[in-house]
């Protein structure tokens, strides 16, 4: 008989979403064999995880929250297979429960995030022991920590999408209005970068290589692309960067200005967005 150990048995469990001692026994029956052992607890009626490991789960909730200091803030996305799922009132919950465990504890990655404790056992025991009970692929796909001044958190669309932005200046109420409408111009425009100094080296030069590219097929003069693709390129900057971004609220304003109009100095120092899909 072949000796089945804990670690297997473990491994299925992972896998599968199933009880200790069912995945026990599953392997034993199959000689140690992990796909015989699936098969088995499916013949059981058991939901297995395994069996939905290649479907796709592009739904689910973002929760973005903060500390009460505004010094920390945690976006997560958890994810699922349905919209059914996802508007779920204890899927919701179990999705702030989660940001809740983040923001308390500040993991590096979302692999810390899931060993961490939770419930009695971990986080990652957790979501096996909800893909059994929901019988849909879940997980936690995206974590996102920030540190620093000033931090908002705006949630858009009934949790489909998350937002944090960190100001330069400390909090207070007219900061946290204006950090408010820069979280949603974000969540709106889907900015790449913070300034034009924040974009990608390789960005830019495609950038500048498309703007060439069609000012040729345009007709205009060799000695012009160059200088054509620059322009081309500011145009980028404003549609792209958040800093240099109209202002949707108020298109003759940019960010910047809109906000150094509110204070002197106040600025952006970053921001992350996570969204479904």
């Known amino acids: 008989m072949t000796t089945i150990s804990a670690s297997d048995v473990n491994k299925l469990r992972q896998m599968t979403g199933a009880g200790m001692m069912d995945c026990k026994k599953a392997l034993t ?28 789960a592009k739904e689910g909730a973002v929760i973005a929250k903060t500390s009460a200091d505004k010094k920390e803030g945690i976006i997560i996305q958890l994810s699922c297979e349905t919209d059914f799922v996802a508007k779920n009132e204890d899927f919701v919950k179990f999705a702030n429960s989660i940001a809740d465990l983040a923001l308390s504890n500040k993991p590096a990655n979302a692999d810390e995030l899931k060993s961490l404790p939770f419930d009695g056992s971990t ?21 996102e920590l920030m540190q620093g001044e000033n931090i908002v958190s705006y949630i858009h669309g009934s949790n489909r999408l998350g937002v944090l ?29 913070l300034d034009k100094s924040d974009v990608d080296a390789t960005v830019v030069a495609r950038e500048i290589e498309i703007g060439k590219e069609q000012a040729r097929a345009e007709g205009k003069p060799e000695a012009m692309l160059e200088k054509i693709a620059e322009g081309k390129l500011g145009k980028f900057y404003k549609e792209n960067t958040l800093l240099n971004q109209e202002f949707v609220k108020d298109g003759s304003k940019t960010i910047a200005q809109m906000l150094d109009g509110i204070e002197k100095g106040l600025s952006v120092k970053a921001f992350k967005r996570v969204a479904l899909g």
């Open 29 to 56: 029956e199959a000689n140690g064999d992990f796909e015989a052992a699936i098969d088995f607890l499916r013949k059981k009626g058991q939901k297995v995880s395994a069996a939905r490991a290649d479907r796709e």
């Open 165 to 193: 932005v960190s100001l330069t200046n400390s909090a207070n109420d007219v900061n946290s209005i204006a950090g408010k409408d820069v979280a949603m111009q974000i969540a709106a425009m889907n900015p790449i970068a």
């Open 123 to 143: 986080l990652a025991d957790k979501l096996i022991e909800q893909v059994g009970k929901i019988g849909e692929k879940i997980d936690v796909v995206r974590y």
